[in-house]
């Protein structure tokens, strides 16, 4: 971090009239202002920075762009009805620690972007009594694996060495480590398209955190 560049102040005993109080900027020093600033829209870490309870962490990713299948259930078999983009544009993110959150809401209150970090953010819980409780946006990781709740159902994610697995009610699903389907398995027939989206996010969400974070897990 570089500090900010201040402008000059009138001092004190010349402060009786209508003259500025705080100068302008001379050039130079707006310039060096300029270049030391850093748009919210690249990074922005202050949800991390306000929380009393430490319960917003940064954690890095790879940036990827993705073509995911989309699946059918036809006749008993699962069949690719289509294709759906996934991608992460930025390396740096932000989890929320829900086993620390007393949800007191500063996050949302400081957020430049007007959301709610505590409810937005990824939610992994340390405890799993905790995770299964909840219906939404819930995540649990331990070792390999991460299990996701969404709607009051899970999904768990496993990798296997540069690839993973991907299983949920309907549906067991085998990828590379270039993230193309070597295997798929109909557990349970379902209605509808299934998007992979949710397993790209898991993938993502389990090498950040295991990497950037280990000490959540008792490592590093």
């Known amino acids: 971090k570089e500090t900010q560049h201040l402008p000059e102040t009138l001092p004190l005993e010349r402060r009786d009239g209508f003259d500025l109080v705080e100068q302008t900027l001379e050039e130079e020093a707006a310039r060096a202002e300029a270049r ?76 430049v972007h007007q959301g709610k970090p505590y409810l937005d953010k990824p939610r992994l819980y340390l405890q799993e009594s905790d995770f299964v409780r909840e219906s939404d946006n819930a995540f649990f990781v331990r070792g390999n694996t991460v299990r996701r709740r969404e709607g009051g159902r899970e999904s768990l994610l496993s990798l296997h060495g540069d690839g993973f697995s991907y299983e949920t009610a309907q549906v067991e699903i085998l990828f590379s480590p270039g993230s193309d389907v070597l295997e798929m398995t109909l557990r349970q027939p379902f209605e509808g398209v299934l998007s992979l989206v949710e397993a790209a996010e898991m993938a993502v969400l389990l090498q950040g955190v295991t990497r950037s974070l280990p000490f959540l897990f008792g490592q590093g």
């Open 36 to 111: 030391r600033c850093l748009q919210c829209s690249t990074l922005c870490d202050r949800c991390v920075e306000v929380c009393p309870n430490r319960a917003n962490l940064t954690y890095m990713v790879e940036p990827q762009h993705l073509w995911l299948p989309r699946l059918s259930c036809r006749l008993g078999h699962l069949t690719a009805v289509g294709k759906e983009e996934f991608r992460v544009r930025q390396a740096r993110q932000v989890l929320h620690l829900a086993d620390l959150c007393n949800e007191c809401g500063n996050c949302a209150t400081f957020c």
